[in-house]
T-cell receptor, first 113, second 110 residues
Framework: NAGVTQTPKFQVLKTGQSMTLQCAQD?????MSWYRQDPGMGLRLIHYSVGAGITDQGEVPNGYNVSRSTTEDFPLRLLSAAPSQTSVYFC????????????FGPGTRLTVT | AQSVTQLDSQVPVFEEAPVELRCNYSSSVSVYLFWYVQYPNQGLQLLLK??????LVKGINGFEAEFNKSQTSFHLRKPSVHISDTAEYFCAVSRGKLIFGQGTELSVKP
């Protein structure tokens, strides 16, 4: 198993540009989520999904969109990037019946200039 | 709603010394508690977890944590640290969604 994979590893955007951060898992996990990590603030939940076709907002959803068309994939979209979205983004997944064994991807480091 | 507070943002310690990283949580319901470790430029790795039962939980790399319900704490300890323990440590709580603390940077010096 590859586990949770994220692409790209690094990305630089200009203000106003759009992009999609990709996340995939091959463990057949129902629950997937996106976090952003900023210095001194830990990881904050952006959006999460409990299964294909179902998504919900976390603590800091503004400026981000998600969709879940398949169990495996959970892309995060930035429609109009802002410097405040400069961060490291982590995707995670777990079984819905196992609310503790969460697996994290390697992260995407995004810089918005 | 749940919240987590890590009481120290940075903890410098000499090699082979003991260390304690402090974590307090707030929740109106019972929760699961976790410690994650993040080595430089890497993702998060589960260090240990408390689900129920014994309040002393042992994890990987010689770390352990004690759940104290009356003080709503879940402090992480290691009796003797190594240089390789230098990393950022995150306390987290879950009752569905996983909520993280702000992180503690552990710096082990020779």
């Amino acid at each position: 198993n590859a586990g949770v994979t994220q692409t790209p590893k690094f990305q630089v955007l200009k203000t106003g540009q759009s992009m999609t951060l990709q996340c995939a898992q091959d463990m057949n996990h129902e629950y997937m989520s996106w976090y952003r990590q900023d210095p001194g603030m830990g990881l904050r939940l952006i959006h999460y999904s409990v299964g294909a076709g179902i998504t919900d907002q976390g603590e800091v959803p503004n400026g981000y969109n998600v969709s879940r068309s398949t169990t495996e994939d959970f892309p995060l979209r930035l429609l109009s990037a802002a410097p405040s979205q400069t961060s490291v983004y982590f995707c995670a997944s777990r079984r819905d019946s196992s609310p503790y064994e969460q697996y994290f991807g390697p992260g995407t480091r995004l810089t918005v200039t | 709603a749940q919240s987590v507070t890590q009481l120290d943002s940075q903890v410098p310690v000499f090699e082979e010394a003991p260390v304690e990283l402090r974590c307090n949580y707030s929740s109106s319901v019972s929760v699961y508690l976790f410690w994650y470790v993040q080595y430089p430029n890497q993702g998060l790795q589960l260090l240990l977890k408390y689900l129920s039962g014994s309040t002393l939980v042992k994890g990987i790399n010689g770390f352990e944590a004690e759940f104290n319900k009356s003080q709503t704490s879940f402090h992480l300890r290691k009796p003797s640290v190594h240089i390789s323990d230098t990393a950022e440590y995150f306390c987290a709580v879950s009752r569905g969604k996983l909520i993280f603390g702000q992180g503690t940077e552990l710096s082990v010096k020779p």
